[in-house]
């Protein structure tokens, strides 16, 4: 399948800015087709964007709330989309756009978790698939930072808080990594800010196989951070930080993995330290995404499937707020 022209709606934010670079950087054959969007007023002219240009596939990098609409839009016109998280609001916007993809079987949609990609991330998917550890059974995390800022504290453009807006990550990492479909959820919502978004959160989830996960999702942390300690049959494994462009999440990326047969001093076994400082994890996606499209492939990583689980999860959450 051809790949000649692809639009950026969001052109302008951060997010949408990346993908242009990544794009000019790695794909300068391709037409780039920029559309900035400020606010859900400029829906309509995004859809104008969508029919004005003759293209291939679309960014998607626009605030919460205007997502689905988009998706489905373009979708419907046989655009094929690569949507940033989240994949709208709420579960109801995943079932509209899952419809839209079932009338569209030939175009792909994949949402972006870049987060997967991340290399510590992706050798604890290893180590956990090798077997060599056993099964999974649990996960604690945490994942936050310090405040709301910008558009993510606007009601309209954002729906929901923290939660949602970054936490939805680690709620995707924690399915990902343990390999299961969590079907309960127990949580705490609150508003220590006495605004109308959620700001602290803590969340239990468990699997009918018998694996439990805890998540914080917290903008009141007095720091950002980001930590995923899994609990194996033979081991665990402990990952630490995110490189960003501020590196105020830890820098490097760290994962430890440690055997319960080497323990050697008071029940510390020996531990092996693995350190990464390189981010290519937005490059890996659109690789991925341009990939399937090319080569007619199913998607990998972000399929609609994994955005259902996700946000089930999500508003199983957010019905105790």
């Known amino acids: ?25 790695y794909y300068p054959k391709i037409k780039q087709y920029l559309f900035d969007i400020k606010d859900t007023e400029c829906y309509s002219d995004s859809i104008d964007f969508l029919g004005q240009n003759n293209l291939d596939a679309v960014f998607i990098c626009v605030p919460h709330t205007v997502t689905k609409d988009l998706v489905v839009k373009a979708l419907d016109m046989g655009i094929n989309v690569f949507a940033e998280k989240p994949p709208g609001v709420c579960l109801d916007d995943v079932d509209e756009m899952y419809q839209a993809v079932k009338r569209n079987p030939d175009v792909k949609l994949k949402f972006g978790f870049n987060h997967r990609y991340y ?6 998917k290893e180590t956990i698939a090798s077997g060599k550890m056993g099964k999974v059974q649990w996960l604690r995390s945490s994942y936050g930072k310090i405040n709301m800022e ?13 939660l949602l807006s970054q936490g939805i990550h680690m709620v995707d990492l924690i399915g990902f ?4 479909e969590f079907n309960s ?20 989830f468990s699997s009918k196989d018998g694996i439990t996960a805890s998540l914080h999702s917290s903008c009141l942390m007095g720091r950002n951070i980001f930590q995923l300690d899994i609990g194996m049959e033979k ?15 830890g820098f490097p990326e760290r994962i430890s993995i ?18 990464f ?7 890996l996606e659109i690789k991925e995404f341009f990939g399937c499209i090319k080569e007619e492939k199913p998607i990998k990583y972000g399929t609609i499937n994994d955005a259902h689980q996700v946000m089930f999860l999500i508003d199983e959450v957010y019905k105790n707020d």
């Open 177 to 180: 990594l343990s390999g299961t």
């Open 277 to 283: 400082g390189e981010d290519d994890s937005w490059y």
């Open 1 to 25: 399948m051809k790949l000649n022209d692809v639009g950026i709606i969001g052109s302008e934010g951060k997010v949408g800015k990346r993908r242009s670079d990544i794009l000019s950087k």
């Open 119 to 124: 290399k510590h991330i992706q050798l604890a």
């Open 185 to 204: 959820v127990k949580s705490f919502v609150s508003h220590f800010n006495k605004k109308w978004y959620d700001d602290n959160i803590f969340a239990i």
């Open 150 to 162: 910008n558009w993510r504290g606007n009601e309209i453009l954002a729906g929901h808080g923290i």
């Open 235 to 249: 081991g665990a494994i402990s990952i630490s930080g995110l490189i960003t462009s501020t590196k105020s999440f």
């Open 258 to 275: 440690s055997y319960l047969n080497d323990m050697t001093f008071y029940g510390n076994p020996v531990q092996t330290v693995t350190n």
